[in-house]
């Protein structure tokens, strides 16, 4: 049986820990850049379908719980899985991802119906309230390849409406500095631990997730109002 002694003594080194852990990736974050507003309706993109349906898409934009959280609120996405992909190791880990040594970056696939919100909608959320597509290899305190900025396509016309949106918003300097967000296709998506599904969700009260996630949320309620479901 333990002792209460040792087990306050060990609770306490982990709440220090916490604390210092989290002063130490906010304070080596970079801050976010704040793009134009109102932010441009992408000029190419897929119609609203005649009917409901499914389709897939794929984004990685640094660390998964924001992302994931973000997408969940929208209307017309049906899930948001948080997971690995844009590697070539089958199956990793999150400690072998978060090693850097998988080419995977830490993503979400978003199952969305066409009938109710367009890919392009997805990306504009994706560009401006969902992580700062200006950060190439980090974002805000995480650092990595495994945080870089990348749109997976899963098919032709999902990759032209990407391509031709970040022209767009270059051409538009919507963002200070160059969109370095990458465009490839759709290879494999691996499902992250369940203890990272729903995150946000489960612990709003994180103080990694109160600092760089639940702003993320506001801002989506107040952007896109439009596209927010409670």
């Given at each position: 049986m333990k002792s209460p002694y040792i087990g306050r003594g060990v609770a306490l080194a982990v709440i220090v820990g916490l604390v210092v852990w989290t002063a130490v990736?906010?304070?080596?974050?970079?801050?976010?850049?704040?793009?134009?507003m109102p932010f441009p309706v992408p000029t190419l993109?897929?119609?609203l379908t005649s009917v409901p349906g499914q389709q897939t898409a794929v984004f990685a934009g640094g660390c998964f719980w924001g992302v994931q959280a973000v997408f969940e609120h929208l209307k017309g996405?049906?899930?948001?899985?948080?997971?690995?992909?844009?590697?070539?190791?089958?199956?990793?880990?999150?400690?072998?991802?978060s090693m850097g040594v998988t080419g995977h970056a830490e993503s979400v696939s978003?199952?969305?119906?066409?009938?109710?919100?367009t890919y392009g909608q997805l990306l504009m959320v994706f560009f401006s309230v969902a992580h700062d597509p200006t950060q190439w290899n980090r974002q805000g305190p995480d650092t990595g390849s495994q945080y870089r900025s990348l749109i997976l396509y899963t098919g032709e016309e999902q990759k032209h409406i990407a391509q031709a949106y970040?022209?767009?918003?270059?051409?538009?300097?919507?963002?200070?500095?160059?969109?370095v967000t990458k465009v490839e296709p759709y290879?494999?998506?691996?499902?992250?631990?369940?203890?990272?599904?729903?995150?946000?969700?489960?612990?709003?009260s994180d103080p990694y997730i109160m600092h760089n996630d639940l702003p993320k949320l506001d801002h989506l309620k107040q952007t896109f109002p439009n596209l927010y479901r409670p």
């Open positions: 990736r906010t304070l080596g974050a970079r801050s976010p850049e704040a793009p134009k993109d897929a119609p996405v049906s899930s948001a899985t948080s997971g690995y992909a844009g590697g070539y190791v089958k199956s990793p880990s999150y400690e072998s991802v978003v199952v969305y119906d066409p009938s109710q919100i970040i022209i767009q918003l270059d051409s538009a300097k919507v963002y200070s500095r160059p969109i290879q494999a998506f691996y499902r992250a631990e369940n203890y990272h599904q729903d995150y946000l969700k489960h612990n709003p």
